[in-house]
């Protein structure tokens, strides 16, 4: 994307239930919400529909939860999980 603008959007909105179908952003879209917040990686999809590419997931809370030991661990899995709704 060559876009010098993005957009924050929280990922524990269900757009629909707010009211928003969708709209077509040509920037990436950071979406806190993730993890300790409530959105799980399947919910990437569902929340930010044909946008979804467009997503930077942003977890950080229950994954610096693990602790220093197991934070390598963690980190993997998840990134498996987030790559795996993404279809890679």
Same mark, same amino acid.
């Given at each position: 994307?060559?876009? !010098?603008?993005?957009?924050?959007?929280?990922?524990?909105v269900?757009?629909?239930?707010?009211?928003?179908? !969708?709209?077509?952003? %040509?920037?990436?879209?950071?979406?806190p919400g993730?993890?300790?917040?409530?959105?799980?990686?399947? +919910?990437?999809?569902?929340?930010?529909?044909?946008? *979804? +590419? %467009?997503?930077?997931?942003?977890e950080?809370? !229950?994954?610096? !939860? *693990?602790?220093?030991? +197991?934070?390598? +661990?963690?980190?993997?899995?998840? %990134?498996?999980?987030?790559?795996?709704v %993404?279809?890679?």
């Open positions: 994307m060559g876009s !010098s603008f993005g957009f924050v959007i929280g990922a524990t269900v757009w629909g239930e707010a009211g928003i179908s !969708s709209f077509a952003p %040509a920037a990436p879209i950071l979406a993730f993890g300790a917040q409530g959105a799980a990686p399947a +919910d990437l999809r569902p929340r930010f529909g044909p946008m *979804a +590419d %467009a997503v930077i997931a942003s950080s809370r !229950s994954i610096l !939860s *693990a602790g220093p030991d +197991d934070l390598a +661990d963690v980190v993997a899995a998840r %990134a498996a999980e987030y790559l795996e %993404a279809g890679v």
